[in-house]
């Protein structure tokens, strides 16, 4: 257990529908990063929070928002799926802003869009 | 553009065997270069971690080696086990204005298959 809680483990949802997945970093933990990893791709960064507030953005569709609330936690929201969007989502969290001395991911949510 | 290519893009040896795999980037200013391990449907797990300085980490089995002026990286594992079936990613962490901004890099992975 890395301490990264990611829920839920696997979602299924119809196209235009909209989800929200959820990430609560390891405990002290100050940043959370969301990535996406389609199949047969690498990781791709999403967006980062820092201590509530969106610290750095990577390729995240308009489609897509996410939030990072008081108690830390984090939820990505993902609007009018599309089939292309089915992915793993990864959520990673480390203590300081800028990760230098790395940081720990969660086992991830798997999103099917049928 | 910042860039990270691995090579080889899937590998496999048998039980026992020691393989190398590389890592070449082109992100500058650079700050950190990582190597994760991700076995399949589960999250990244760090490895190793070089700043600009060191040129070589061992972390048990696992070795990374790392020349910032050619700006090659290779993760060697020896020995290798069943377990260490996954794949393993490089990742590239470039530096901003004296600070470490955390923009990483990351590279497609190279997958390694361990036959018995």
């Known amino acids: 257990d890395s301490g990264v809680t990611q829920t839920p483990k696997h979602l299924i949802t119809a196209t235009g529908q909209r989800v929200t997945l959820r990430c609560s970093p390891r405990s002290g933990d100050l940043s959370v990063y969301w990535y996406q990893q389609s199949l047969d791709q690498g990781l791709q960064f999403l967006i980062q929070?820092?201590?509530?507030?969106?610290?750095a953005k990577g390729n995240i569709l308009e489609r897509f928002s996410a939030q990072q609330f008081p108690d830390l936690h984090s939820e990505l929201n993902l609007s009018s799926l599309e089939l292309g969007d089915s992915a793993l989502y990864f959520c990673a969290s480390s203590y300081r802003r800028d990760p230098l001395d790395g940081y720990t991911f969660g086992s991830g949510t798997r999103l099917t869009v049928v | 553009k910042n860039q990270v290519e691995q090579s080889p893009q899937s590998l496999i040896i048998l039980e026992g065997k020691n393989c190398t795999l590389q890592c070449n980037y082109t992100v500058s200013p650079f700050s950190n270069l990582r190597w994760y391990k991700q076995d399949t449907g589960r999250g990244p797990v760090s490895l190793t971690i070089?700043?600009?300085?060191?040129n070589t980490k061992s972390n048990g089995r696992y070795t990374a080696t790392l020349d910032a002026d050619t700006k090659q990286s290779s993760l060697h594992i020896t020995a290798s086990q069943l377990s260490d079936s996954a794949s393993y990613i490089c990742?590239?962490?470039?530096?901003?204005?004296?600070?470490?901004?955390?923009?990483?890099?990351f590279g497609q992975g190279t997958i390694l298959t361990v036959h018995p």
């Open positions: 929070y820092y201590n509530g507030e969106e610290r």
């Open positions: 070089m700043t600009f300085s060191e």
């Open positions: 990742v590239v962490s470039a530096l901003y204005g004296g600070t470490s901004y955390g923009k990483l890099t």
